[in-house]
Each structure stands twice: as structure tokens, then as C-alpha cells.
């Protein structure tokens, strides 16, 4: 069973950058997801391990990064330009089965890390 841990969140000034780490088993697709209180999940961002390529959804094009290192099975958001309203518990996720990142769908995820944006 693929189990994901995640870490690496915190206090973080608008403009400032944090990066998630995410341990996981080596699953072809993952990525990230977010939810704020009172909001569905937002997809973040998704890569496929076995050709590199990523995709972002709209909000944070141009300011996250999703990469893996695949000698220690774990995959990375680098969040630079933090917003408020990137403001949000963020979740390390694996697609449905059968499904790649384009389908945004929520497999398996782990508890999440809390990222607060503020002065």
C-alpha cells in the first residue's frame, strides 16, 4: 500500500518561499494538492516520474516546483512568491489507478503539511 509522509510547511512571510518534501514508495504519478478551510481540494501540481514532465494548474504557474529525487523516493514542491492566498494544508497525493496527473484525481494521499502565508 503506497503510504506518503509529508513535511516541511510553516510560517512564511508573502514573497517568501518554502519547500515540501514528500516520502512515498517511487509511484510513476505524483503530486500535490492543497485545501484551505471552508474550499474543495485544489490540485497544485503533478509529475510523471518516468519521462520528468509536470503540470501546474493555473494559481501557481511560474512560482512552484514539483521535482523527485528517485535515489531516495521522494518528491519536492519548491514554493517561491508565497501568497496569501496560497495559504492552505498541502497534501502529497498518487492519481486513482489508471489514472496520470492531466485527470487531477486523488488516489492516495498522506496527513499534510500546513503552509501559512503572512505578514
Known amino acids: 500500500q503506497v503510504q506518503l509522509v509529508e513535511s516541511g510547511g510553516g510560517l512564511v512571510q508573502p514573497g517568501g518561499s518554502l519547500r515540501l518534501s514528500c516520502a512515498d514508495s517511487?509511484?510513476?504519478?505524483i503530486g500535490w494538492f492543497r485545501q484551505a478551510p471552508g474550499k474543495k481540494r485544489e490540485g497544485v501540481a503533478c509529475?510523471?516520474?518516468?519521462?520528468?514532465?509536470?503540470i501546474y494548474k493555473d494559481p501557481v504557474k511560474g512560482r512552484f516546483i514539483i521535482s523527485s529525487d528517485p535515489t531516495k523516493n521522494m518528491v519536492y514542491l519548491q514554493m517561491n512568491n508565497l501568497r496569501s492566498e496560497d495559504t492552505a494544508r498541502y497534501y502529497c497525493?498518487?492519481?486513482?489507478?489508471?489514472?496520470?496527473?492531466?485527470?487531477?484525481?486523488?488516489?492516495?494521499w498522506g496527513k499534510g503539511t500546513q503552509v501559512t502565508v503572512s505578514p
Open positions: 497525493y498518487v492519481p486513482q489507478p489508471m489514472s496520470a496527473c492531466g485527470a487531477w484525481t486523488f488516489g492516495t
Open positions: 517511487g509511484s510513476t504519478f
Open positions: 509529475m510523471s516520474r518516468g519521462d520528468g514532465s509536470a
